[in-house]
């Protein structure tokens, strides 16, 4: 093992953020339009990927939901899944929980029974290749709390497919508070909860998300540090925050690496993991995200692990699962510990 780049390819990862179509790569687009007959308003893949360049959070989710409009049938989804999990198993993923919009193609008319299906159908293949995947489909927070709800009813026949719901989209003047109805019927039915908060919010909305819809995981959390009193709560709790290094970059969530707020989470004993919530928009898949936040914030070997170790506690396997990946990261850090005693 000679570097921490070696170090990060070598150890297995469970990816915890990650939209699926925030994998619609600039080439699919083109390929499904083209499938689909459906018109772009870019000449070229090049002339696409040189529009993704975004001033904050809304102005990506714009062309987010553009691009995903080529997204029309089962086969559509079942390509797009199958080419992130594809993509994940190189970067040593081997555990994905995956978000989903189910309202970005219900209201388009794209039938939900497409979309799970082809999604489900990618999701058994992945298994047989080694790639355990869970579903999160989200609500989409500048929709009302009624189409959440009448989204969530729609869901429940598909319900066997998930293991929990999310909240993303616009995160500014919709805060958590305004899905509670939903996010409750959603733990009565036996789901785990997570919810976009404080990439672009303020800290507030993570005590809505913690108080209000009692999620089990932060979905970036960022500006969580801003309130003393938030980060004890998520310490003490050890609630884990789903942290997208390449994504705050490319968001202006923070104008460096450098400056990401990643290590002092660490240091504040925060379990912390790293993710590429749109990787085909911000630049870089899991390994990358990995690379680019170790080499900035200069995280040492010890720390690198823990992001690995802390994916798999912060997932929503079984335990013995958890513990079955930890031995795997447990054995790489005994290695690694031995042959730097040898130099
Ligand atoms: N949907 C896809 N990516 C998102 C992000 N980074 N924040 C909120 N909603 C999203
Ligand atoms: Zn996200």
Known sequence: MTS?????????????????EGSLEPEMVFVLA???????????????QDAYSFSGLQDFLDIYYTGMRVLQTERDFYDLATAYFERAMQDNVRHAEVFFDPQAHTDRGVPLAEVVGGIVAAVKEAALAGLGVYLIPCFL???SGQDAMDSLVELEPFVEHFCGVGLDSSELGHPPSKFVAAFERARELGLKLVAHAGEEGPPE???EALDILHVDRIDHGNRALEDSALVERLRNHQVPLTVCPLSNLKLAVVDDLRFHPLKSMLDAGLVTTVNSDDPAYFGGYLNKNFREIANSLDLSVDEVITLAENSFTASFLPESEIQKHLEEIGRIRVNLSVSTSDL
């Open 4 to 20: 921490i780049d070696d170090l990060i390819s070598a150890l297995p990862k469970a990816e915890l953020h990650i939209h699926l």
């Open 34 to 48: 083209d499938r689909n007959g459906i018109p772009l308003d870019y000449a070229s893949v090049d002339v696409l």
């Open 141 to 143: 927070r500048h929709l």
């Open 205 to 207: 909305y993570v005590w």
